[in-house]
């Protein structure tokens, strides 16, 4: 299939080594736009297609996601596996009513949670890709903490969410920037002059005018030379964000990624990706009213086979680009 969307991000996906999860993680700045919505939609279609997947509720703040797929009271939550009650990820999955779909629940009701250590998040990173299946979907939390961040950079498939409103789309180019500026911060933490010029940079308005990522890298060119600037150059080009307008209602919504994908171009230097939209489904906004599990609408709803279609495409683009 050469649909537009796989020949744009031809090439571009960071290979998962064999056998490990590939992993999609589903952020996006504001709250409300359909992340999990969004998440549940890609899980269902991947286990519906034959994939083995595990569901993730990452938000570490407000994990709703189990309510969303109709368990009221999660039996074990990713908060168990954190306080060592099970030795590993795999022990808190829940299987879910659909065949090759389990589920990690949030651990929403350990406030100290919403901000784990470094450390404590590693953990959880290496049992995310030790789990043996073959797809794993992280639902983020909203906004943009490092906890966010990081784990919209360790994915295979980092997709920010985002509606065509005005400000939805200026916090998904803000989500993007953010997620540019950790990686840069996490790859220079241990050489100070650097880190400086980095932190300088991350307030727009700074004094030095270093208004984007190649003036950014200029300056560090001069300051520390070539073969820094060089490295840094590579740490952010290795950001592929793949870009998700949910709750489309015309043709030109369902274009507003593009916005972010020429302003993320301009100033940050690299390449996000439009893969599509997720049109407004009343099937889902009546369920969510309701409290019917997303899980048993019909997999015919427009929202289910656009994002059906996202995976195809992704996946096929993915493949593609683990040959060349
Ligand atoms: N494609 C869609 N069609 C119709 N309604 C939708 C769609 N996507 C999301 N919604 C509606 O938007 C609401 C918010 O979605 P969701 O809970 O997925 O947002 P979120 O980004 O995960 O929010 P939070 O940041 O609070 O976790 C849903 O309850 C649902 O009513
Ligand atoms: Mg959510």
């Known amino acids: 299939m050469n649909t537009p969307a796989n020949q744009k991000a031809k090439g571009n996906y960071p290979s998962s080594n064999i056998g490990l999860p590939l992993i999609w993680a589903i952020g996006g700045g504001k709250g409300g736009v359909g992340k999990s919505i969004v998440s549940i939609l890609l899980a269902l279609n991947l286990a519906r297609q034959g994939h083995s997947t595990v569901l993730i509720d990452a938000d570490l703040g407000a994990a709703n996601l189990h309510t969303l797929m109709g368990i009221k009271t999660p039996v074990r939550t990713l908060n168990d596996f954190l306080t060592r009650k099970y030795k590993s990820l795999e022990q808190v999955c829940i299987q879910t009513e659909v065949e090759n779909l389990k589920l990690v629940c949030g651990a929403s009701e350990v406030l100290s949670m919403a901000n784990p250590q470094y450390a404590q998040k590693t953990k959880i990173f290496k049992s995310i890709k030790s789990l043996s299946t073959r797809h794993v ?17 360790i994915a295979n498939f980092p997709i920010v969410v985002l509606t065509a409103q005005p400000i939805s789309i200026q916090n998904a180019y803000a989500f993007v920037r953010n997620a540019v500026y950790r990686r840069l911060t996490r790859t220079v933490s241990q050489k100070p002059s650097m880190l400086n010029l980095v932190k300088t940079a991350m307030d727009p308005k700074n004094e030095n005018q270093l208004r984007t990522i190649k003036e950014l890298l200029k300056a560090i060119k001069q300051a520390n030379g070539v073969r820094h600037a060089r490295m840094l150059e590579q740490a952010v080009s290795s ?6 307008t949910n709750m489309a209602r015309t043709d030109l919504e369902q274009k507003a990624a593009r916005i972010v994908k020429l302003v993320a171009q301009k100033y940050l230097t690299i390449e996000a990706h439009d893969l599509g939209a997720i049109g407004m489904d009343q099937e889902i906004a009546r369920a969510v009213s309701e409290m019917r599990p997303i899980n048993h609408l019909h997999g015919q709803t427009p929202a289910f086979r656009a994002a059906g279609k996202i995976i195809n495409d992704t996946l096929a683009a993915y493949e593609e680009s683990q040959l060349n």
């Not at 979907?137 to 950079?153: C, I, R």
């Open 239 to 244: 950001i592929k964000p793949l870009l998700i």
């Open 137 to 153: 979907v992280l639902d983020l939390g909203a906004g943009t903490s490092y906890n966010v961040l990081d784990f919209f950079l």
